[in-house]
């Protein structure tokens, strides 16, 4: 649509300037127009639409001449090719109408100097989608706007830490008013926060679009591990006319699944000493534990033994990690 307005605008330039060139008074009249709408539409605020349809009131007999009717195709086709939610198309067609009046001003008045042709640096008016959603993975990023061409464009990534790397960006689609970027090649993460598109030719971003985190199901809680008596039991030693110091073991394997947890021994009554110790001090699923029972001569001794084992910790999975592509 925007090739039709500007094909629109050279009619007019050309029917303006014949008819302005064959009379002095009223070519002096399209010249203090053409040059008030020219200042108005470098503004970059100017809503170039305003500013066209003063010029056609402006201009003598607009509304009986082919002048003014294609002034009003003009407006018409901008219209048409302007978005209604956004200035993208909008700036774009008031610098090229503003280009378009001042060649014709020229033409009337050869003193006046061209203005310097407009840059014509690519344009991204709106990414699809407008978010990129690491839940969704979506494989193909549509970019609308105007003077595109797939090989003035780079992209880099910047990271949810701030700092950017450069990729291999991969376009598909004809150049113009759409290229679609291939996002499967980006390999995104949750560790991306944006995509940025730019010219090669230029430092400003043209577009940049949110990377949108995944969304992760809450961690699963460990469940308490489970402790259980393997054993308990009750010891009674007597001393003899020298004294007692002897070993019993209690307990046996651990269960599977299960780690030794505890060898308690508590002292009932008597004196002297019961001793508790494990079996195999390196092997957490060995759960025997030997009692050194000591007690002097004529003596006697009863204590309490209590060997407990505990289930093993079940790993939790590391989360995995989103990769897009």
Same mark, same amino acid.
Do not use: H
């Given at each position: 649509m925007l090739s039709i307005a500007i094909k629109l605008i050279r009619r007019f330039s050309i029917v303006l300037a014949v008819v302005c060139l064959s009379a002095c008074s009223p070519k002096n009249q399209v010249v203090d127009s053409l040059d008030k709408a020219i200042g108005e539409l470098g503004k970059s605020?100017?809503?170039?639409?305003s500013i066209a349809g003063a010029l056609a009131k402006s201009l003598p007999d607009a509304g009986s001449t082919q002048i003014g009717a294609d002034l009003e195709r003009l407006i018409q086709g901008g219209l048409a090719s302007s978005p209604p939610d956004g200035r993208c198309d909008a700036d774009l067609i008031r610098e090229r109408v503003r280009q378009e009046?001042?060649?014709?001003r020229v033409k009337l008045d050869a003193r006046k100097p061209p203005l310097p042709p407009s840059a014509r640096l690519p344009v991204i008016c709106q990414p699809s989608p407008?978010?990129? =959603?690491? =839940?969704?993975? %979506? $494989?193909?990023? =549509?970019?609308?706007?105007h003077d595109l061409n797939a090989a003035a464009l780079v992209v880099s990534i910047k990271g949810v830490n701030g700092q950017s790397r450069n990729t291999e960006a991969s376009f598909v689609g004809e150049s113009g008013r759409l290229v679609t970027l291939d996002t499967a090649a980006l390999k995104l993460t949750e560790d991306d926060a944006q995509i940025i598109v730019s010219a090669k030719d230029a430092q400003a971003a043209? #577009? %940049?679009?949110? #990377? $949108?985190a995944s969304v992760k199901p809450p961690p699963v809680q460990a469940s !308490? $591990? #489970? #402790?259980?008596?393997i054993e308990e039991a009750l010891a009674h030693v007597e001393g003899r006319s020298f004294g007692e110091n002897k070993g019993v073991t209690y307990g046996r394997k651990c269960t599977p699944g299960h780690h030794r947890s505890e060898c308690s021994v508590k002292q009932l009554s008597g004196s002297g000493q019961c001793e508790p110790s494990w079996v195999d001090p390196t092997n957490q699923e060995d759960c025997r534990c030997r009692v050194q029972f000591k007690l002097p001569a004529f003596e006697s001794l009863d204590c309490r033994v209590r060997l407990t084992e505990r289930?093993? =910790?079940?790993?939790? !999975? $590391? !989360?995995?990690?989103v990769v897009c592509g």
């Open positions: 605020s100017a809503n170039w639409y009046l001042n060649r014709i407008a978010i990129y =959603d690491l =839940d969704r993975c %979506v $494989a193909k990023l =549509d970019l609308y706007g043209l #577009v %940049v679009i949110e #990377v $949108a !308490p $591990a #489970v #402790v259980r008596t289930a093993n =910790d079940r790993a939790q !999975p $590391a !989360p995995k990690k």
